[in-house]
């Protein structure tokens, strides 16, 4: 144990030690109860609704879905992925420096870094499978709220507008009917696309706006 601990503290397994450490510390609070497993989590499904401008470095938004969903993320909470990746992170650095750089150089150490980094990414991908089939079937639950906020629907009444009306949103499964009205007196009718901004918690019902869809 004293060689593990000196050897995790050396400056090439510096960096993996600091963040599991970090990561030590959230999983401490979140069985304490001050933090939520999801606090960094976000729905992938919403995310999918949204335009993503990538013309910078990518060229379809559908390469940005398929990085997300390789690691899957939305489907298992981010910290969940990230404690497995710095985990074994920490590990392939500690091994890896004491076996094949004994003299704990930094060169040597840049080397395992970086063969670290993608052997990492593979095992998070390996060992986060089980987690996702977990975290799925507690989300298959009928009875569990959706996440609709900022999601884009269809209206599905002759309207929606100051008087209720209802908005559908597709999902992989069963579609989500909402009541739904407008804040601003706008009236969006049968047809048109609509994007859910808040609910109001006193009701079963959610307020939307109009999708302003940019021109070219």
Do not use: C, H
């Not at 060689?3 to 030690?17: D, R, W």
Request: proline letters at 4%.
């Amino acid at each position: 144990m004293p060689e593990l601990l000196q050897e995790s503290f050396l400056s090439v397994n510096l960096i993996s030690t600091t963040l599991l450490i970090l990561v030590i510390i959230y999983w401490l609070m979140v069985i304490l109860g001050a933090l939520d497993v999801e606090l960094f989590d976000f729905d992938l499904d919403a995310d999918a609704d949204a335009d993503i401008d990538m013309d910078a470095d990518i060229d379809s938004p559908g390469f940005l879905r398929a990085v997300l969903e390789f690691f899957y993320i939305g489907e298992v909470p981010i910290m969940v992925l990230a404690s497995i990746f710095i985990l074994t992170s920490w590990v392939i650095s500690v091994m890896g420096n004491y076996y094949l750089n004994p003299e704990r150089g930094v060169l040597v150490g840049s080397g395992i870094a970086v063969g670290n980094l993608f052997v990492s990414i593979i095992l998070t991908k390996i060992f986060s499978m089980p987690a996702r089939k977990v975290f799925k079937m507690f989300d298959n639950d009928p009875n569990a709220p959706k996440k609709v906020i900022g999601r884009i629907g269809v209206v599905l009444t002759s309207q929606v507008s100051d008087k209720m009306g209802q908005v559908e949103i597709k999902t992989k499964g069963a579609p989500i009917v909402l009541n739904a009205k407008t804040e601003d007196g706008t009236v969006l009718k049968k047809g048109e696309e609509a994007i859910v901004v808040r609910q109001n918690e006193e009701k079963t019902l959610y307020y939307v706006m109009p999708v302003e869809v940019e021109k070219v």
